[in-house]
C-alpha cells in the first residue's frame, strides 16, 4: 500500500466503552470491535493523517517495529476500506 | 373494516375490505386486538391473489422522498411517518402482515429511544427479565420451562422502551417455536441476562463493552438509514449505563427459574 489518507466514514456509528471501540455500518448494520491498535487507527483516520504518520504513532505507543506497525496498519485499514468503514485517499483532505 | 393491532402501547389501525382477512388477524393477534380505535399509525391492506411465499427474499426498507417503501419476497408497503398513514401489499396470509408490523414497530421505537431485540422475557413479581441469545442459546425451552408464576411476555422478539425511570418491556405477539402469542402486558425491566447453556445453573457478571456488543448483535435492524442506525447505536449504549446485563448460564430444566426474581 502506498502512503494514503484514511477518512472515517460518516455512515457509521461508533462509540467508545470499557477501552473497545465499536463501530456499526449504517449500510449492512455489520459490527465491528476494535482493539487498541486499530482503535489508534480509527481515531487517526481524519483525512489529514498519512499512514505513514499513524505508523510512526503506532511504533511509539505500541513498542513495535516499523515493519510490524506498517503490516498492522495495512492491513486493518483495507479491512475497514472494503467494508466501506475507511475511506482512502492518496492526498490530504483540505481545510 | 378495521382492527387496531395494539403492541407496545403503539396501536396500529389495519384496514380490510376482505372479512376473511380481518378473521385472519383477529385469530393471529388474539389479546392484542384493542378494541378503541386511537391509534398512532395506519395500515391499509391491498390483497393480491395468493402466490409462492418467498420468506427468505432480503428485506429493504429504505426511505424515498420521506416515506417508508418497505418490501420483501411477499409482501410490499409504503407508510408515511409524518401522518402515520401507509398501504400494504399482499396476499391473505398471517406473515406478511406481522413482517410489516415488526418493521414498522421498529422504525417508529428507534425514534422513541427503545428497540426490538432478539430475546425472551416475561414478567415475574411485577418486573419484567430479558433473555436475549441466537437461535439455539435457550430462549425457546426457558420460555417452555416458565413457571406458573411467571408470565412469558414472549418467547422470540422482546419489545423495550425507555419509561420515566429506566426502561419498561412489552409483550409481543411475536412468536418463535413456542408458536404462542406473548401476554399482552408490561412491567419495568429488571434485567437483561445473555442466555448460555450449561452444566450449571448460574448468573455471571458481564461488563458494559460485552453489554453494548451483545445487545447490538441480537438487535432486529432492518433499516439501513444513516440517521436511524444511528439512534438505535446510541440507544443500545443507554439502556446498558442504565439495566443490568448478566449471563444466565442455565441447565435445560425448570430449576434456573430459581435464579430469577
Known amino acids: ?95 | 373494516m378495521t382492527l387496531t393491532i395494539d403492541i407496545g402501547a403503539m396501536p396500529i389501525a389495519v384496514t380490510t375490505d376482505s372479512p376473511e382477512f380481518a378473521a385472519l388477524l383477529q385469530d393471529r393477534y388474539g389479546s392484542f386486538i384493542n378494541p378503541s380505535p386511537a391509534s398512532e399509525a395506519s395500515l391499509d391492506v391491498d390483497l393480491i391473489p395468493s402466490r409462492t411465499i418467498e420468506e427468505d427474499e432480503d428485506v429493504s426498507v429504505r426511505l424515498e422522498s420521506n416515506r417508508w417503501i418497505i418490501t420483501r419476497g411477499d409482501f410490499r408497503a409504503e407508510w408515511d411517518p409524518a401522518t402515520g398513514r401507509g398501504r400494504v401489499r399482499q396476499s391473505i396470509n398471517p406473515y406478511s402482515i406481522d413482517g410489516v408490523l415488526r418493521i414498522l414497530h421498529s422504525l417508529m421505537l428507534a425514534r422513541q429511544g427503545g428497540f426490538l431485540v432478539h430475546a425472551a422475557s416475561a414478567v415475574r413479581n411485577g418486573r419484567a427479565f430479558i433473555f436475549a441469545g441466537v437461535s439455539g442459546a435457550g430462549k425457546t425451552t426457558l420460555s417452555r420451562l416458565a413457571p406458573p408464576d411467571v408470565e412469558v411476555l414472549t418467547d422470540e422478539i422482546s419489545y423495550v422502551r425507555p419509561a420515566a425511570d429506566g426502561y419498561e418491556a412489552f409483550g409481543t405477539p411475536f412468536a418463535g417455536e413456542l408458536a404462542r402469542i406473548g401476554a399482552n402486558l408490561r412491567a419495568p425491566l429488571a434485567a437483561l441476562y445473555l442466555l448460555v447453556q450449561g452444566p450449571e445453573n448460574r448468573i455471571e457478571p458481564v461488563d458494559p463493552a460485552e453489554a453494548a456488543r451483545a445487545v447490538l448483535r441480537n438487535i432486529l435492524f432492518f433499516a439501513h438509514d444513516e440517521e436511524l442506525v444511528g439512534q438505535v447505536f446510541q440507544s443500545v449504549f443507554d439502556f446498558v449505563a442504565r439495566v443490568p446485563v448478566r449471563r444466565l448460564i442455565f441447565t435445560p430444566d425448570a430449576r434456573a427459574w430459581e435464579l430469577i426474581a
Open chain 1, 1 to 95: 500500500m502506498t502512503n494514503c489518507y484514511p477518512t472515517r466514514s460518516k455512515q457509521v456509528a461508533a462509540r467508545m466503552l470499557g477501552g473497545e471501540m465499536m463501530i456499526m455500518s449504517a449500510q449492512n448494520t455489520t459490527l465491528f470491535n476494535l482493539n487498541d491498535v486499530g482503535s489508534l487507527i480509527w481515531n487517526a483516520a481524519d483525512g489529514r493523517t498519512s499512514l505513514d504518520e499513524i505508523v510512526a504513532r503506532l511504533c511509539v505507543e505500541f513498542e513495535v517495529t516499523p515493519e510490524t506497525a506498517r503490516h498492522d496498519a495495512e492491513t486493518f485499514i483495507e479491512e475497514l476500506a472494503s467494508h466501506g468503514i475507511l475511506l482512502l485517499s492518496d492526498r490530504p483532505k483540505e481545510n
